[in-house]
């Protein structure tokens, strides 16, 4: 079965610092993986997704995925973080096919000016 | 245009009522789901419908009973409402091999 893994329940960075979210799965065969992001009483908005194999993945609003299939990680990052990047960030997995996604347990991302 | 759209946005109610939450897409997506969001924000799949079919019933209550009039809505009854209940729902939809759903904004349920 396919799972992921969000290590930190929390993040904090300071305003203009680089900034990463972290994530590791478990899959089998060739699965996708995505990044959402949730705004306090909102839904789930997409930022990226990756197709196993990309190493450097461009998304939404300056975010960025890396890659890294001998590690099993997908981490999320920004060069230069905002203080509205604030919010829920999931980190999912898909299998082949329209399948629903598997989601980790999310990480609170907190940007301090 | 709103992609995903949920009604109610807020659901308060009783124990042991009957509810439901509608939700319509204008993308044309074929498959729509439902995710529960606990109170820890953990998001787990509760129902995935294709083309109007039922594909994937997860470990559901059967007082859930999701239904698809057509393949651009998906509505969640809920029969004898628990306080277990109380959760956010989120309604969703997709297509293709590997893009990504496109998720409502929710529906807040409370029980009493």
């Known amino acids: 079965a396919q799972s992921v893994a969000q290590p930190e329940d929390q993040v904090n960075v300071a305003e203009g610092n680089p900034l990463t979210v972290k994530c590791t799965y478990s899959?089998?065969?060739?699965?996708?993986l995505f990044w959402y992001v949730q705004y306090p009483n909102r839904g789930l908005q997409f930022l990226l997704k990756c197709i196993t194999g990309d190493n450097l993945v461009k998304g939404s609003y300056g975010f960025e995925a890396e890659f890294n299939k001998s590690q099993t990680s997908f981490h999320l990052k920004k060069p230069s973080a905002l203080v509205s990047d604030s919010a829920l960030y999931f980190c999912a997995v898909r299998d082949t096919g329209n399948t629903p996604l598997v989601f980790g347990k999310g990480t609170r991302l907190s940007v301090i000016a | 245009d709103t992609a995903v759209s949920q009604t109610p946005k807020y659901l308060v109610t009783q124990m042991g009522n009957d509810k439901s939450i509608k939700c319509e897409q204008n993308l044309g997506h074929d498959t729509m789901y439902w995710y529960k969001q606990d109170s820890k924000k953990f998001l787990k799949i509760m129902f995935s419908y294709n083309n109007k079919e039922l594909i994937i019933n997860e470990t559901v209550p059967n007082r859930f009973s999701p239904k698809s009039p057509d393949k651009a809505h998906l509505n969640l009854h809920i029969n004898s409402l628990e306080l277990g209940d109380s959760a956010v729902y989120f309604c969703a939809s997709g297509t293709g091999e590997g893009q990504p759903q496109h998720f409502g904004d929710g529906t807040r349920l409370s029980i009493l």
């Open positions: 899959v089998s065969g060739n699965p996708y």
